[in-house]
């Protein structure tokens, strides 16, 4: 097999099994859980709420503080859900359709997840503040077995980012707060899946692609605060990802073994852009009304693409969608709040362009928390979500090695069903 062909094998692949995994605790990929106080409310009032637990949505949150003050959380993160083959086909060449085999159900491929999130900000003087806010907004793991339906399409996915977050604030007037922040990503992934040989009496092959790497984007907003009402409004950019590693073939056998091995590639792909604005307002001393709505650009996430000397472009295709949450906030006794909210996620991804890495549907957030002031300097945080997420089709046509004379076309026909997420958030607020 001479050196084009083996790349050309090599790239065509890769659409048929490589995506940036999926079903967090909001849409798509990504993960909210940076504030046990906003996990209470389901994240109904964060843009338009003050202090250092509302960093991450709006930096002109910490605007106006008057004294150090910080937050921290923990968030566990158990998903659930079946993934069902209807009637997946394998056209391997020169062969009629066949069944694709493998085990028929795949339960619960999504590994629990622990989110910590934290954030600290300080005045400077009367009308400047600074922060630091520390999070990991699109991270999660989901794992197949070898002998699944799905595994020319998905085994194992892992995607890590941590953000860092310097900011600052500052009053414009006495109502008015302006911020702005950088965001600092590291990303760390690792996506498999099984490759067919020629034979279906031969056992299947892998491909591995593994790479991490630093990027940068930016977040501005605005607060403005007349007595009872607050308003809030923010950006977060999408942050161009550029991942370099390697992309490994093996088990490959007849006249695909040349294309085993290991080479040295980067891949590209963008998170969404959030915009969102915000209200929060006091109807008593006791009780708060919020309100979230959110744009989020997933139309970002179009494709992966493969440098040199793979050169590939595998089309993701996903849709942007709106989110809508909200919340109240009730003060039992001056010590004592309790909170509940509702969040309805569109998914970003479309019906005929899912598959196994992908299997999101729209989904409803119900959250209840609760706050208590241990000191005048201290408050603990808690907080449960139920998401409940709609069933999905998985129905993504791919081909191994699409293009070349050995196209192996995997016609795919499942059904995500029964997913669902528990969460369980805890955490705390500190001023000095």
């Known amino acids: ?35 046990v106080r906003g996990a209470g409310r389901a994240f109904s009032g964060e843009t338009a709420d003050t202090g250092a637990a509302s960093l991450w949505w709006n930096p002109a949150a910490i605007g106006g503080i008057d004294q150090i003050e910080g937050h921290f959380a923990v968030s566990v993160i158990l998903p659930s859900a079946d993934i069902e083959n209807n009637n997946t086909l394998i056209v391997r060449p020169q062969q009629q359709p066949a069944p694709v085999g493998g085990d028929q159900l795949s339960s619960d491929p999504i590994e629990t997840g622990v989110l910590p999130a934290g954030a600290v900000a300080m005045p400077i003087n009367d009308r400047l503040s600074v922060g630091l806010a520390v999070s990991s907004p699109y991270s999660f793991t989901t794992d197949y077995d070898a002998t699944s339906w799905v595994r020319y399409t998905a085994l194992k996915s892992h995607l890590r980012t941590y953000d860092i977050q310097p900011s600052v604030a500052y009053m414009v007037t006495p109502e008015l707060s302006v911020g702005a922040a950088l965001n600092i990503e590291y990303s760390d992934a690792e996506l498999t899946n099984a490759l067919p040989n020629l034979s279906a009496a031969l056992p299947d092959g892998e491909q591995a692609l593994k790479g991490d790497g630093w990027d940068l984007g930016w977040s501005a907003g605005v607060q403005y605060r007349s007595g009872p009402l607050m308003l809030g409004a923010a950006y977060k950019s999408s942050v161009k990802h550029r991942l370099s590693g390697t992309l490994t073939q093996s088990g490959l056998l007849g006249p695909l073994e040349a294309s085993n091995g290991v080479i040295e590639t980067d891949a590209t792909f963008r998170t969404p852009w959030q915009a969102s604005v915000g209200a929060r307002y006091a109807v008593s001393d006791q009780l708060t009304l919020n309100a979230q709505v959110v744009r989020i650009g997933w139309g970002e996430f179009d494709a992966i693409r493969l440098g040199e000397p793979v050169n590939a472009a595998i089309p993701e295709d996903y849709r942007n969608t709106w989110s809508f949450a909200g919340g109240v906030d009730y003060a039992v006794s001056p010590a004592w709040t309790v909170r509940a909210g509702v969040q309805h996620d569109q998914t970003p991804t479309q019906s005929g362009d899912r598959d196994a890495r992908v299997p999101d549907g729209n989904r409803w957030n119900f959250a209840v ?13 808690a907080a449960f979500n139920y998401l409940a997420i709609d069933d999905a089709t998985i129905d993504r046509t791919t081909a191994a090695y699409a293009g070349t004379p050995v196209q192996t076309p995997i016609i795919v026909d499942g059904t995500a069903s029964n997913a669902n997420a528990l969460i369980f958030s805890l955490g705390g607020r500190f001023a000095f």
Do not use: C, H
Not at 3 to 17: E, H
Not at 369 to 381: E, K, L, M, N, W
């Open 1 to 35: 097999m001479n050196t084009r062909l083996k790349y050309l094998i090599t790239a065509s692949t890769l659409a048929a099994g490589l995506a940036v995994p999926q079903v967090a605790s909001a849409g798509g990929f990504y993960l909210q859980e940076q504030s």
């Open 369 to 381: 928390g609760t706050s208590y002031d241990v000191t005048p300097g201290f408050t603990v945080d």
